[in-house]
């Protein structure tokens, strides 16, 4: 049984409790998002496998997922990138954000988001349970495709990438 931190407004922790009894709850927890570049400036975008418990199908962010109770934020995005994608680089915090969504199963994503970037070269291997596909993108045309069609991409990542977006052009990767 897999279970979330939940926190405040300030994310502070509160206690823990079962993921999906989390989500059915609407109760504002704990998670990460973490956006992976190559050399050449584009994003490691991933299709979420089709049998998610929500948003199955659509493209994100690289990785994402919720810290275990008494684990570090950071090393929760480092060991999940490992699991998703299979591979490890050096993670470094952007800046977090909260949000909530509600799904067509009535589950609710209401989550204290801490978003991080990596650089990564190397062989992607994915773990089909988790991801259908990954691709690398220039930052123009992910911004143009999520305006032209924005229900292919996760809510979160539809919030995260203006924020991603005005810190890639202003950043020196």
């Known amino acids: ?7 405040d407004n300030t994310d502070n922790e509160i206690g823990v409790m079962e993921k999906m009894e989390t989500h059915e709850k609407a109760l504002l927890h704990r998670a990460f998002s973490v956006f992976i570049f190559n050399n050449k400036g584009e994003m490691l975008l991933q299709q979420r496998a089709f049998s998610k418990y929500h ?9 994402c997922s919720h810290p275990r109770p008494n684990e570090n934020t950071l090393a929760a995005a480092e060991r999940r990138l490992f ?5 490890k680089t050096s993670l470094h915090k952007i800046f977090d954000f909260t949000y909530k ?12 988001d801490h978003v991080y ?3 990564y070269n190397g062989p992607i291997e994915i ?10 993108k220039n930052m123009d045309e992910i911004k143009f495709s999520m305006q032209e069609d924005p229900d292919k991409y996760t809510v979160w ?14 950043s020196t990767l």
């Open 1 to 7: 049984m897999e279970q979330v931190i939940l926190v």
């Open 101 to 112: 969504a509600a799904f067509d199963n009535g589950l609710v994503e209401h989550e204290f």
């Open 127 to 136: 773990n089909e349970f988790e991801v259908c596909d990954v691709t690398y």
């Open 83 to 87: 699991e998703e994608l299979g591979f």
């Open 55 to 63: 948003s199955g199908g659509l493209w994100t962010n690289s990785c």
């Open 157 to 170: 990542f539809q919030l995260a990438f203006p924020k991603v977006y005005d810190w890639f052009n202003n």
């Open 117 to 119: 970037y990596g650089l």
